[in-house]
T-cell receptor, first 113, second 112 residues
């Protein structure tokens, strides 16, 4: 089955530690995205990548970093510079018949203690 | 540059209709609509492209007025399964394509 895998579903970290969230897809989609979701604020774009070895900052990139070494993988690192990292993180790809439908992974809920 | 959605929340009885609006200050290439159930990932409903089209999906349809930079989602004869948070996502003509920016969401609750 094609889809997007995010792991783990729940993640706890101590303040000051970097943490990497995994996102893997087998949909063969070129574009991948990371969104952050906080209650009442919708989905905010952190980073996106249209092709391998290339990515662009979204609206809230500060304190985050990404890499895109393979088409299937787009990991997100939440660094200690991110002031309020506790949130629900969603990875998505862009594809579909007209190449303009976003497919979302199940999400990772990160809690920083 | 986040699109604006209205209303913020709406409560309906089964069988009633609702309209959710999405507007942007930027010229738009497309508008996406998604529904998210609590604790789950958003699910794609439909996309409307530049050209002022209207689309339907079961009893859910949408329109896109590119001149006004607005889109509306119409839910008719609502069912309990329609409950969730509805997000519009927009692609602007002046940014690179494929950059989708989401609105804050509209919470829809359908009660028996």
């Amino acid at each position: 089955d094609g889809g997007i895998t995010q792991s783990p579903k729940y993640l706890f970290r101590k303040e000051g530690q970097n943490v990497t969230l995994s996102c893997e897809q087998n949909l063969n989609h070129d574009a991948m995205y990371w969104y952050r979701q906080d209650p009442g604020q919708g989905l905010r774009l952190i980073y996106y990548s249209q092709i391998v070895n290339d990515f662009q900052k979204g609206d809230i990139a500060e304190g985050y970093s990404v890499s895109r070494e393979k088409k299937e993988s787009f990991p997100l690192t939440v660094t200690s510079a991110q002031k309020n990292p506790t949130a629900f993180y969603l990875c998505a790809t862009l594809g579909g018949i007209s190449y303009n439908e976003q497919f979302f992974g199940p999400g990772t809920r990160l809690t920083v203690l | 540059q986040q699109p604006v959605q209205s209303p913020q929340a709406v409560i309906l009885r089964e069988g009633e209709d609702a309209v959710i609006n999405c507007s942007s200050s930027k010229a738009l290439y497309s508008v996406h609509w998604y529904r998210q159930k609590h604790g789950e990932a958003p699910v794609f409903l439909m996309i409307l492209l530049k050209g002022g089209e209207q689309k339907g999906h079961d009893k859910i349809s949408a329109s896109f007025n590119e001149k006004k930079q607005q889109s509306s989602l119409y839910l008719t004869a609502s069912q309990l399964s329609y409950s969730g948070t509805y997000f519009c996502g927009t692609e602007s003509l002046k940014t690179s394509y494929d950059k989708v920016i989401f609105g804050p969401g509209t919470s829809l609750s359908v009660i028996p």
